[in-house]
């Protein structure tokens, strides 16, 4: 079966700073991996995608992740975050069931930016 | 702009009172999921439409039904909602077939409270 773990629950970072969101999966076969970010009473935006090809994804607002197959690993980073950046994020992994892919998803980490 | 659009976006009921919470969707898509997210957790799958066919996630309750007139709009009734039903509801939808990855785009949510 597959699962993501998210490594932090909650990452509190300085505005400029460097960030690392961590995640982490377990899976037989290959997989998609994705990261969602999802904003105070807000649904999920999607902020990047693995599927295939290079390892490095980059996605919206900055944010880019590197799939990492002998780790199993899929961390989030952006090198300089903003106020704005604060939300929750959530790694997800998908598989094939029943004709569709089914997300399954982590259990989220709060960024939360200071100032 | 193609969009997932949820009714209401705030819902309070009684305890026991049924209550119907709304999804729609311009973009076409062959199938649509409803998600229950608590506080503090990541989404779990409720249960999904594709095309007409309805598919039940195992541990989903009875107590949750749902129902596809046609294929922009799907409802999620819950028939007697419990204080535990508290809970942000996300619905999505995606363009499955084909074998390839197919994107899946959240709406905004509808946030029920229970009393």
């Known amino acids: 079966a597959q699962s993501v773990t998210q490594l932090d629950s909650q990452v509190p970072v300085f505005e400029e700073a460097p960030v690392e969101l961590r995640c982490n999966y377990s899976?037989?076969?290959?997989?998609?991996l994705f990261w969602y970010v999802q904003y105070p009473n807000q649904g999920l935006q999607l902020l990047l995608k693995?599927?295939?090809?290079?390892?490095l994804v980059k996605g919206i607002n900055g944010f880019e992740a590197e799939f990492n197959k002998s780790q199993t690993s899929f961390h989030l980073r952006k090198p300089s975050v903003h106020i704005s950046d604060t939300a929750e994020y959530f790694c997800?992994?998908?598989?094939?069931?029943?004709?569709?892919?089914?997300?399954?998803f982590g259990a989220g980490t709060r960024l939360a930016v200071h100032p | 702009d193609a969009m997932v659009i949820q009714n209401p976006r705030y819902q309070v009921t009684q305890f026991g009172k049924p209550v119907t919470l709304s999804c729609s969707q311009t973009?076409?898509?062959?199938?649509m999921y409803w998600y229950q997210q608590k506080s503090s957790q990541a989404p779990k799958l409720l249960f999904h439409?594709?095309?007409?066919?309805?598919?039940n996630e195992a541990d989903t309750p009875d107590n949750f039904q749902s129902r596809r007139p046609n294929t922009s709009f799907c409802f999620l009734d819950i028939r007697s909602p419990g204080l535990g039903d508290t809970a942000m509801y996300l619905c999505?939808?995606?363009?499955?077939?084909?074998?390839?990855?197919?994107?899946?785009?959240f709406g905004p949510g509808t946030r029920l409270t229970v009393l």
């Open positions: 999505a939808t995606s363009r499955e077939g084909g074998g390839s990855y197919n994107e899946q785009f």
């Open positions: 899976s037989s076969v290959s997989v998609y």
């Open positions: 693995y599927l295939s090809g290079s390892t």
């Open positions: 997800a992994v998908s598989r094939v069931s029943g004709g569709y892919n089914k997300l399954i």
């Open positions: 973009l076409n898509h062959n199938v």
């Open positions: 439409y594709y095309d007409k066919d309805f598919n």
